[in-house]
């Protein structure tokens, strides 16, 4: 029974533990999110497939200058540092796929509707954003939030994923 008790215990606070990881932040303001806004040069097939894949390689780009960011601030420190990085990124993506236009890139405060991000909501508002223009940028576009990462949360490919509490768990089985 003492064995039950510890393990059920234990499988409890892995189990909050691990819902509190997942969960994006609650009760932060507008002002503490920093967003990203990729818009398409328009809604013909092709710019908007180019329009992920400039997405995918800006996110490649991005997740390992901001994994270490642990406040807006020093997120907004990175992005313009890196806006002509990001730029050529995108610019490089467009090129590889035979588009003649250009990028454009800038951080600024821009307006975006209430949006879903699977069981968290941001609502509609004002919010600081990493903006990129494919060509016109007056196709559809995608948007997520660079902070907190909703989106930059890395790949997983190169991880090593350690619990302590397992590591308990199994000792104590040994």
């Not at 892995?14 to 990729?38: D, F, K, M, N, Q």
């Not at 092709?46 to 997405?55: D, G």
């Not at 420190?77 to 590889?96: P, W």
Request: glycine fraction near 6%; hydrophobic fraction near 40%; proline fraction near 3%.
């Amino acid at each position: 029974m003492k064995k039950f008790c510890i393990s059920f215990t234990l499988f409890l606070i892995i189990t909050l533990s691990a819902a509190a990881c997942v969960v994006a932040p609650r009760g932060l303001s507008h002002a503490e999110y920093l967003r990203i806004h990729i818009r398409a040069d328009s809604n013909e097939r092709a710019a908007q497939e180019v329009k992920y894949r400039v997405k995918d390689a800006v996110v490649e780009f991005l997740t390992p200058l901001l994994s270490e960011c642990d406040d807006k601030s020093k997120a907004e420190n990175v992005l313009n540092g890196n806006l002509a990085g990001i730029r050529s990124v995108a610019d490089k993506v467009l090129n590889e796929q035979g588009f003649t236009y250009k990028s454009t890139v800038r951080l600024c405060e821009e307006e975006f509707p209430t949006r879903n991000y699977g069981d968290y909501t941001l609502e509609e508002g004002f919010y600081d954003a990493l903006i990129i223009e494919l060509g016109s940028g007056e196709g559809d576009n995608w948007w997520c939030v660079v902070y907190p990462p909703l989106c930059f949360t890395g790949s997983g490919k190169n991880c090593v994923y350690k619990s302590k509490i397992l590591e308990i768990i199994r000792n104590f089985y040994g």
